[in-house]
């Protein structure tokens, strides 16, 4: 079976739930923006959760299928439509024959993914079969699709599609605060500074990408004025570069940094930093770190029951 794209939309990539183990080397895990989103997605339509998924970045793709397939569209608000018929999100649907998806540009969220059921076929480097575009491997030929491009899909296994649960997911992407723990640098700044992340609003800038968001607002002051030496840096760190701007540290990160880190989204919030567009406000709140991994265990215990069979 192949997909063929007849137009790819704004940035869509073959993602998975990433590469580990290889920071060492320079490459980040990289992956899904949104792996929660991602992991429904493969898991409606019969999946393991890690199957090649396509992420559609502000605008969808239009995609043509030579045979029939069992689809599920999670993440942002997009009208999407098969054979001109509206094609609902968040559900198993089916494909025909030789019909045609459309997915046009997202009225909430950045990034709607699309898993098809056998998950596509793409070579898996280094255990993984997302798209690096820093270092153009992965999915196809480590770059965004293009026009004409054919996907292929494996074989699907016909395992049982599931259905959500009604109103599973209403609070998934709650607009309140984006909870973080403090970083390994918050020393560096004093309790006014915390309080400046802690208080504001910021705004994603346009120049952020899936490596880091900008953020803009308030400047964060930083007490220390020695460079610190380049170190380790993980997901979600949040740096505060020279002019205060806080940085959050995204999916193609790089592996090391310079920058004080202030603070760290926690991993039960990425998915939601994962659907922040360009423009879009956005605040903090702290917890501790016991917190934290109590909040993923929940998040992870939730994932196991929000599907009705």
């Known amino acids: 079976m192949a997909i063929r794209v007849i137009q790819p939309g704004l940035l869509t990539t073959v993602q998975d739930l990433g590469r580990y183990r290889y920071s060492h080397l320079g490459i980040s895990s990289g992956g899904a923006a949104d792996r929660l989103a991602m992991r429904i997605a493969n898991l409606l339509v019969g999946n393991p959760e890690n199957a090649a998924t396509l992420e559609m970045t502000l605008t969808g793709g239009t995609l043509e299928f030579d045979e029939g397939s069992i689809v599920a569209l999670a993440g942002g608000v997009c009208d999407c439509r098969i054979a001109g018929k509206t094609a609902p999100t968040w559900q198993a649907v ?4 030789g019909e045609v998806l459309l997915c046009g540009g997202l009225k909430t969220g950045a990034r709607l993914y699309l898993a098809v059921q056998g998950g596509f076929d793409t070579r898996p480097i280094m255990g993984s079969a997302s798209t690096s575009l820093a270092g153009n491997f992965g999915g196809i030929e480590g770059r965004g699709l293009r026009k004409d491009d054919l996907l292929g899909v494996r074989k699907g296994s016909h395992s049982r ?3 959500l649960k009604p109103g599973i997911l209403d609070a998934l992407y709650s607009r ?3 909870r973080v723990t403090r970083g390994a640098q918050h020393d560096w700044f004093d309790a006014e500074a ?3 992340l802690l208080c504001s609003s910021y705004t994603v800038s346009e120049e952020s990408n899936r490596s880091g968001l900008r953020l803009q ?3 964060i002051p930083s007490r220390v004025g020695t460079q610190l030496l380049t170190e380790g840096v993980s997901l979600g760190a949040i740096q505060v570069p020279h002019n205060g701007q806080p940085i959050i540290l995204f999916v193609d990160q790089q592996t090391t940094g310079g ?4 603070a760290n989204v926690i991993s039960a919030d990425m998915h939601r930093v994962g659907q922040l567009r360009p423009r879009e406000p956005v605040r903090f709140a702290e917890v501790t770190i016991p917190e934290a991994v109590r909040l993923l265990r929940e998040r992870e215990e939730w994932l196991k029951h ?4």
């Open 259 to 262: 920058y004080p880190k202030i």
């Open 306 to 309: 929000i599907f009705q069979y």
């Open 161 to 163: 599609v599931r259905t």
């Open 217 to 219: 607002g308030e400047p």
């Open 176 to 178: 309140g605060p984006i």
């Open 194 to 196: 915390f309080d400046t």
């Open 94 to 97: 089916g494909v025909s024959a």
